[in-house]
């Protein structure tokens, strides 16, 4: 580039093509020295651009490499199938650099429990994800479900997280109690605690998380039982389904006598070990005169009739049935009542003083009224965006981002209700419609 004063400019108005040019050239010759200032500062330019170009390069990949070098710490309250579920994944992350795990119960407790768990293909697919071998591990299969105890299970996933690579600390007949919650946070690591200790916890009040539930209905009756076989072998068993099981109830008296009673359709289950049974029965919420009169009913006699009827005809081949005076012993509710599904207002938490998260999960945050046999795969459902939620919780570098992981988290574990209530429940019951 050229710089021409206003001299320059008339000069080559007055003269013939050739002068012009000649007194353009000798202007750019006595010109040299401003075109060398030019160049050092476009070469200054340059470099300054370079400069900042590197501050940004390194200072985006020094964030990065801090990133990459914080470790998570991560307390779990419970070792139910939950809590051990939510460690495994916690020690699958490279995000996470200590885990310790609280549990008031000690081992021979823990791996004794008789009751069953059912695991759906879901949740088998989403378990395997972090070599959890279902081969090696006592239970039954069917139609792509696991069955097993639930005993059994935490004696696995105990032994599988003490031979993962990761720091893990597993604190067996040690309650969560207020000094050790008060312990947990510390403002200079972040700290995520992990709650599952069921619905009757206390981990939750301790860490100021909200007692506050929503209940909603799940728009369904229904009701279930349970009966302690001792002569039976404690071994797990598939799950026995009837659906669309019409009841006739009519040798309990006129008031079940009516034209209705082909509307009244049920879902029943039986379910849980040979030793300690489960039946649930369910129908959609509805106004025929059987499920009215099941509702309003005071015979503790009915509902008990029902169940043990309902088993005798369904039972597993090579089950004995349940004789009258065994039907005694049966717990079961006494009427019918409405299903409803509750769960935390507040399920994630952020206490910025400690740099402590907390995230209720499993039945510490939601609960069926009774057992449908859903609350494991439920809450197996809500840890499966933990992996990310833990990677963003570590990455989150102001408060912001923090707010806005937890954000997700919550809105996640909200899908979680949505789907048991309007996917999941009508698709085992099936439309209203069609009953």
Request: glycine share 6%; with cysteine; hydrophobic share 40%.
């Amino acid at each position: 580039m050229y710089h021409l004063n206003e001299n320059d400019l008339t000069a080559t108005t007055d003269l013939p093509y050739h002068v012009s040019m000649s007194t353009v050239n000798g202007s750019a010759m006595s010109g040299h020295g401003d075109t060398g200032g030019l160049v050092e500062a476009a070469n200054a330019a340059v470099i300054t651009a370079l400069i900042i170009f590197c501050f940004v390069v390194c200072k985006g990949s020094f964030d990065r490499f801090k990133q990459w070098r914080v470790r998570l710490n991560v307390v779990v309250i419970g070792t139910g199938p939950i809590g051990l579920s939510a460690a495994l994944i916690a020690a699958h992350s490279k995000r996470v650099g200590r885990i310790i795990i609280y549990e008031d119960k000690s081992r021979s407790q823990l791996i004794s429990r008789p009751q069953q768990i059912a695991l759906d293909s879901r949740s088998v697919a989403f378990l395997r994800k972090y070599q959890v071998d279902f081969d090696n591990m006592e239970g039954c299969w069917q139609k792509e479900r696991f069955y097993t105890r639930i005993g059994i299970f935490q004696e696995y996933m105990m032994s599988n997280l003490q031979r993962c690579e990761a720091d893990v600390t597993i604190k067996l007949g040690t309650k969560f109690k207020e000094e050790v919650a008060a312990s947990c946070g510390s403002p200079t690591n972040r700290t995520l605690v992990i709650v599952a200790d069921g619905l009757h916890g206390q981990s939750c009040n301790l860490l100021g998380v909200s007692d506050e539930f929503v209940v909603e209905s799940c728009k369904a009756f229904g009701g279930a039982c349970s009966l302690e076989r001792l002569e039976q072998p404690q071994v797990p068993s598939p799950e026995l389904q009837v659906n669309k099981l019409k009841l006739d109830l009519s040798g309990f008296g006129n008031e079940y006598r009516f034209p209705d009673l082909s509307r009244a359709a049920f879902y029943l289950k039986i379910f849980g070990t040979f030793r300690h049974r489960y039946i649930s029965l369910v129908c959609h919420k509805c106004d025929t005169h059987l499920v009215r009169q099941l509702r309003i009913t005071s015979d503790t006699m009915i509902m008990r009739n029902i169940f043990q009827e309902s088993f005798n005809t369904y039972r597993t081949k090579g089950e004995p049935k349940i004789s009258d005076s065994e039907a005694f012993n049966i717990q079961c509710n006494q009427r019918l009542g409405e299903v409803k599904l509750s769960y935390r207002r507040e399920n994630v938490l952020y206490i910025q003083e400690e740099n402590l998260v907390v995230t209720v999960e499993g039945d510490a945050v939601r609960s069926l009224n009774f057992n449908l046999g859903f609350e494991v795969n439920m809450g197996l459902r809500g840890l499966e965006c933990m992996g990310t939620f833990i990677d963003d919780i570590v990455t989150a570098d102001n408060q912001c981002a923090l707010v806005k992981a937890m954000s997700v988290k919550t809105r996640f574990a909200h899908k979680v209700n949505r789907d048991l209530i309007h996917s999941r429940l009508y698709h085992t019951l099936g439309s209203p419609k069609s009953n």
